[in-house]
């Protein structure tokens, strides 16, 4: 079954170090996600992107967050100087466009956990 | 300013026996919906969906009810299974391929 790989699985780095989070989504998909989880809290949207450009984001994508697909299959998240509270687990996602009335949904990286310290 | 609820942060249920696991939403926007099942350190694996043309929605085990008029969702697992203890989340978005909204989850434990 197609998956989504994302790596690193676990990355350590020092406050204001610049971090790249990697996902390969599936080949044939046509939109893609990052979401994050602080440790007890709920998922988060980040950031959605289509056709080569973000298409939607959140409050909590500013300009320390940026997204790229810089070769077509990779789809990267980089965080320009990481902050303490950005330590979290970032998902990666991604879709393809289908028919709303049957069971379709995102496929999920199994996630990068990122340690600021 | 939540606009997806998920009031019940877990639930307890005897293997064998029926899971409910239920979601409320604001935004009367809304006509997509998810639910997801997370394990601990992996991402959330999508379970089933249904949009807002329909009222109930059917995959094996687990069968996903809309109610547009009191915004509520909920999710019916039978039988429960060990195996289906982790964390569910409800999701919610505008529209097909927007980004979605995620409701804070229930953890359902299925004792053996």
């Known amino acids: 079954e197609p998956e989504v790989t994302q790596t690193p699985s676990h990355q350590v780095t020092q406050m204001g170090q610049e971090v790249i989070l990697r996902c390969v989504p599936i080949s044939n998909h046509l939109y893609f996600y990052w979401y994050r989880q602080i440790l007890g809290q709920k998922v988060e949207f980040l950031v959605s992107f289509y056709n080569n450009e973000i298409s939607e984001k959140s409050e909590i994508f500013d300009d320390q967050f940026s997204v790229e697909r810089p070769d077509g299959s990779n789809f990267t998240l980089k965080i320009r100087s990481t902050k303490l509270e950005d330590s979290a687990m970032y998902f990666c996602?991604?879709?393809?466009?289908?028919?709303?009335?049957?069971?379709?949904?995102?496929?999920f990286g199994s996630g990068t956990r990122l340690t600021v310290v | 300013d939540q606009q997806v609820k998920q009031n019940s942060p877990s639930l307890s249920v005897q293997e064998g026996r029926i899971s409910i696991l239920n979601c409320d939403y604001t935004?009367?926007?809304?006509?997509?919906f998810l639910w997801y099942k997370k394990y601990p350190a992996e991402g959330p694996t999508f379970l089933i969906s249904i949009s807002s043309i329909k009222d109930k929605n059917e995959d094996g085990r687990f069968t996903v009810f809309l109610n547009k008029s009191s915004k509520h969702l909920s999710l019916h697992i039978v039988p429960s299974q060990p195996g289906d203890s982790a964390v569910y989340f409800c999701?919610?978005?505008?529209?097909?391929?927007?980004?979605?909204?995620f409701g804070p989850g229930t953890r359902l434990s299925v004792l053996p």
């Open positions: 996602a991604s879709s393809e466009l289908g028919d709303r009335g049957t069971n379709y949904g995102y496929t």
């Open positions: 999701a919610a978005s505008v529209g097909y391929g927007q980004n979605f909204v």
């Open positions: 935004n009367s926007m809304f006509d997509y």
